[in-house]
């Protein structure tokens, strides 16, 4: 029985050890607003598909990310909640994230709306948060990250 506890606990453990390890790469992580997409519209809301590019700097082990939570915005007003969860990224390559989102028309003024919906103009976009990687006994570390992107929205 002793045993039986003993080889549980080393175990536990080393998937303790291995997951510290991979929010430690997180630190050499580099973030990325890549790209958010106009999906679908109608005449009530718009769909954008948010991609946010984790590129992980070590070359021998993988980064996980527990959960982002954050706000996007556009032309400094505030389009949209984003949040992203359980992202592991392999050693040296990087992972583009999705989130999808629905915008209420109301959620825009009227010269926002003009350049979404004619696709011209350049867009500031924004994306602020806070991304939790997990730490020693389940506890979660929060990390605020502040990404911009100016370009057009495709």
């Given at each position: 029985?002793k045993?039986?506890?003993?080889l549980?606990t080393?175990?536990a453990?080393?998937?303790?050890?291995a997951?510290?390890?991979?929010?430690?790469n997180?630190?050499d992580?580099?973030?990325?607003l890549r790209s958010?997409?106009?999906t679908n519209?109608n005449?009530?809301?718009?769909?954008?598909?948010v991609?946010?590019?984790i590129?992980?700097?070590n070359?021998?082990e993988?980064?996980?990310?527990?959960?982002?939570?954050?706000?996007l915005?556009v032309n400094?007003?505030?389009?949209?909640?984003?949040s992203?969860a359980?992202?592991r990224?392999?050693?040296n390559?990087?992972k583009n994230?999705k989130?999808?989102?629905?915008?209420?028309?109301?959620?825009?003024?009227?010269k926002?709306?003009?350049?979404?919906?004619?696709?011209?103009?350049?867009?500031d976009?924004?994306?602020t948060g806070?991304?939790?990687?997990?730490?020693p006994?389940g506890t979660?570390i929060?990390?605020?990250?502040?990404?911009?992107r100016?370009?057009?929205?495709?």
């Amino acid at each position: 029985m002793k045993k039986l506890l003993l080889l549980f606990t080393a175990a536990a453990l080393l998937t303790a050890c291995a997951s510290v390890k991979e929010t430690e790469n997180m630190a050499d992580c580099k973030f990325a607003l890549r790209s958010v997409e106009l999906t679908n519209y109608n005449l009530t809301s718009f769909d954008f598909d948010v991609i946010i590019a984790i590129t992980n700097m070590n070359r021998k082990e993988a980064a996980a990310l527990k959960r982002f939570e954050g706000e996007l915005t556009v032309n400094e007003e505030k389009m949209a909640d984003i949040s992203l969860a359980d992202i592991r990224i392999e050693p040296n390559s990087t992972k583009n994230a999705k989130a999808r989102v629905n915008v209420p028309m109301t959620g825009f003024n009227s010269k926002l709306l003009g350049l979404i919906s004619m696709g011209s103009g350049t867009l500031d976009y924004h994306l602020t948060g806070t991304m939790y990687f997990e730490g020693p006994l389940g506890t979660e570390i929060p990390v605020p990250v502040d990404i911009g992107r100016i370009g057009s929205y495709n």
